[in-house]
């Protein structure tokens, strides 16, 4: 059974750091290109980073470039997001996925994590 | 980057009723469209990929269609368990780019 299970979210205040970690079993995981997604409370989709399948090349929003770092380990089959100078327009749902391209049955989510940015 | 313009941002209707969102690109995707369908507390689930492509066990009455740049979601007959709000996104390129969302709702 494929999984994604996100996980380091929580309550940080306004200016601090969050690292999030996203497990991956039952896919080939150093196969797919990963990404983050995030949704804040009420609102929409709104994609936030990808990585490349070896973790050479990382891509971010305007929102959060400078700020937020992907990376990934392939031998633990684990995606990252390192969240520095955290904002209360940061504060959203936190999911990870492979958004790249694969064709049928074989794009997936995990369930999120919140992060709450708020003093 | 790569606008995705969704519409309606809401829409209601009876059981039975043929439904119609729809997504146009601000360029040419190349078909590279999903459709999502999400429910309140839960991860965006996939029905549709290559703009009209229908994933392994989503039910028949769901279908897209278009090219280029102006694409259709179509619920051919609405449920009650169709009650969610659905999102288009482009993966021609990096940004990644969603639609605004679509809430259905049940007259």
Not at chain 1, 43 to 62: F, R, T
Not at chain 2, 8 to 20: H, M
Request: hydrophobic residues 30%; negative net charge.
């Amino acid at each position: 059974e494929v999984q994604l299970l996100e996980s380091g979210g929580g309550l940080v205040q306004p200016g601090g750091s969050l690292r999030l970690s996203c497990a991956a079993s039952g896919f080939a995981f150093s196969s797919h290109a990963m990404s983050w997604v995030r949704q804040a409370p009420g609102k929409g989709l709104e994609w936030v980073s990808s990585i490349s399948i070896n973790g050479g090349s990382a891509y971010y929003a305007d929102s959060v470039k400078g700020r937020f770092t992907t990376s990934r380990d392939n031998t633990k089959n684990t995606l990252f997001l390192q969240m520095n100078s955290l904002r209360t327009d940061d504060t959203a749902v936190y999911y990870c996925a492979n958004l790249a391209y694969c064709g049928g049955d074989c794009q997936f989510w995990g369930p999120g994590t919140l992060v709450t940015v708020s003093s | 980057d790569i606008q995705m313009t969704q519409s309606p941002s809401s829409l209601s209707a009876s059981v039975g009723d043929r439904v119609t969102i729809t997504c146009q690109a601000s360029q040419d995707i190349n078909n590279y469209l999903n459709w999502y369908q999400q429910k309140p507390g839960n991860a965006p689930k996939l029905l549709i990929y290559d703009a009209s492509n229908l994933e392994t066990g989503v039910p028949s009455r769901f279908s897209g269609s278009g090219s280029g740049t102006d694409f259709t979601f179509t619920i051919s007959s609405l449920q009650p368990e169709d009650v969610a709000t659905y999102y288009c996104r482009q993966y021609e390129s990096l940004p990644y780019t969603f639609g605004q969302g679509t809430k259905l709702e049940i007259k």
